[in-house]
T-cell receptor, first 115, second 111 residues
């Protein structure tokens, strides 16, 4: 049981480039989310999804797109990378969204540097 | 905007001592959760306390919640070097599982 898998582990981009951070979970979790972690800022929610075909914005959605075509996958797209998007990105999932106290299961993160 | 703030930002103790971390939040919550993050890794869930609970235990962990003060504390008893990590509180509001995290406490346990 792999849990939440994020790829790549490290990525360097030039300003203006685009890329997709991959997230896959094999636990049949309904809820998936993306966070970014910056020093002194804790984790901030970018986007989340309560099920296939449903996504919504979190605290800091600008510059990022998401889609959820399957239960397992929740990719995060950077359309035109900026140095301010240099961060560590975490994908997290939980069994269900409403009516439960399900904790989040985290991947090990993608460290992104934008030069 | 950040929902939770942890205090202190950093804490250094000796092995065997107790470590206490505090979390304050701004709005009403359904539950509050604590997570641990080892260096270079993802977060791992430690314990959850519901808004109608005041105290919860799990092994060497004790969590308290004071909804009137909008604050929580995490106590780790008899700390070990392996407890060295960052600790985050996270709050859940409303029906969604959208968790809002605090800024974290970096705990260093000296052997």
């Amino acid at each position: 049981n792999a849990g939440v898998t994020q790829t790549p582990k490290f990525q360097v981009l030039k300003t203006g480039q685009s890329m997709t951070l991959q997230c896959a979970q094999d636990m049949n979790h309904e809820y998936m989310s993306w966070y970014r972690q910056d020093p002194g800022m804790g984790l901030r929610l970018i986007h989340y999804s309560v099920g296939a075909g449903i996504t919504d914005q979190g605290e800091v959605p600008n510059g990022y797109n998401v889609s959820r075509s399957t239960t397992e996958d929740f990719p995060l797209r950077l359309l035109s990378a900026a140095p301010s998007q240099t961060s560590v990105y975490f994908c997290a999932s939980s069994p269900s969204d409403r009516g439960s106290d399900s904790p989040l299961h985290f991947g090990n993160g993608t460290r992104l540097t934008v030069t | 905007s950040q929902q939770g703030e942890e205090d202190p930002q950093a804490l250094s103790i000796q092995e065997g001592e107790n470590a206490t971390m505090n979390c304050s939040y701004k709005t009403s919550i359904n539950n509050l959760q604590w997570y641990r993050q080892n260096s270079g890794r993802g977060l791992v869930h430690l314990i959850l306390i519901r808004s109608n609970e005041r105290e919860k235990h799990s092994g060497r962990l004790r969590v308290t919640l004071d909804t009137s003060k909008k604050s929580s504390s995490l106590l780790i008893t008899a700390s070990r070097a392996a407890d060295t990590a960052s600790y985050f509180c996270a709050t859940r509001r409303g029906a969604t599982n959208k968790l809002i995290f605090g800024t974290g406490t970096l705990l260093a346990v000296q052997p």
